[in-house]
């Protein structure tokens, strides 16, 4: 779409300047200089199809350099036409080509992203006119046309710049979105994994607590002491677990230990290779350490990633003596 509004509006310049020129060629009285109007047609054409198709394909923002050779030619031009013709024809038709044909070229600058160009262009036109034509006289004879034309290329590429904002705002909020909803259902299917988990790991205990109507011998017990902490690290803390790790809990509590985990964020932004260390690191110090009471905790800190403390089951919270273990794993390996 993009492509076909481009060549379109690079065919109407160059259908437009080509007119312009035929009007300047077909004069209905002979030119004093002759060369002169011959030279300034063909400068014309030279600079309006450089301004509209140099680099037009890679940028839409012309050259700096073209834009003052444009902006050059808006002041030779006029002079080259005045000096051609007689001062009894200047008021001609066909000796005042250049007034739309400028006005032309200051569109060009501005759809191509050299508005200020443009406008100097416009600028140098009502001066150069004026000069030649007198100042009403130049707007009667097409002068305000073009500087209405170019005001009304200004704000269409205004908008255009605006629309083409708004939508690459929006695509950015689709996306945005989009990775959102696919976020919620890895979320969703994530839950629902653990569900089934929860309900593989608590539904033979609590069938066979049922079955028994609750009457269950010391190991059925532990079992079903053991299901319900499984169940409750995995809705608690299902980021920091692997087979070592709920290997390494099951053996704590099977030994009469507590065993607390809690999630709190801390792995939401580490790559999914760290979190594979950080839980063969977590396994490691469970298994090579003896506590009454584990408490890991993945916080939103921005050094450590899990802190993992154990404690005699006598100690309170107040009791820095009854930690026996205190252990920081960090978001980053160590260098």
């Known amino acids: 779409m993009n492509r076909t509004v481009r060549s379109v509006a690079t065919s109407l310049a160059v259908g437009f300047a080509m007119y312009f020129a035929a009007r300047g060629v077909w004069w209905i009285e002979q030119p004093t ?73 200051g569109i060009v600058c501005i759809v191509r992203r050299r508005l200020v160009i443009g406008w100097l262009s416009v600028i140098v036109l009502v001066a150069a006119s004026s000069l030649a034509l007198g100042f009403f006289s130049a707007l009667s004879l097409g002068l305000v046309g073009s500087i209405m034309w170019v005001a009304v290329a200004h704000l269409l590429v205004m908008f255009w710049d605006r629309a083409v904002r708004d939508t690459e705002r929006l695509a950015g909020i689709q996306q945005a979105v989009s990775a959102w909803h696919a976020t919620q259902q890895v979320r969703q299917q994530e ?11 608590a539904g033979p ?11 269950l011998d010391a190991a059925e017990r532990l079992e079903a002491r053991l299901a319900e902490g499984r169940l409750r690290d995995e809705l608690r803390g299902a980021d920091l677990l ?10 704590a509590r099977r030994h009469g230990a507590a065993v607390t985990v809690f999630d709190e964020g801390g792995l939401d932004d580490v790559a999914e290779a760290r979190r594979a260390e950080i839980r063969d690191e977590l396994a490691s110090v469970l298994r ?15 050094r450590t990633a899990v802190t993992v403390v154990g404690r005699a089951a006598a100690g309170d919270s107040s009791d820095d003596d009854a930690v026996d273990v205190w252990h920081e794993i960090p978001r980053a390996p160590e260098a």
């Open 242 to 251: 692997n087979d070592e790790v709920r290997d390494a809990i099951e053996d």
């Open 33 to 105: 200089g002759p060369l002169f109007m011959v030279a300034a047609i063909g400068l014309y054409l030279v600079v309006v199809n450089v301004a509209i198709l140099w680099d037009s394909a890679v940028d839409v923002r012309m050259p700096l350099w073209t834009a003052l050779v444009a902006l050059s030619s808006s002041a030779l031009i006029p002079a080259l036409v005045t000096l051609s013709l007689d001062p009894a024809t200047l008021r001609s038709p066909f000796a005042t080509w250049y007034i739309g044909a400028l006005g032309l070229l």
């Open 191 to 201: 839950r629902r994994l653990r569900t089934q988990f929860a309900l593989a790991v």
């Open 205 to 215: 205990v609590l069938a066979r607590a049922v079955a028994t109507h609750g009457m």
């Open 288 to 302: 090579a350490s003896v506590a009454e009471r584990w408490i890991i905790r993945a916080a939103r800190d921005p």
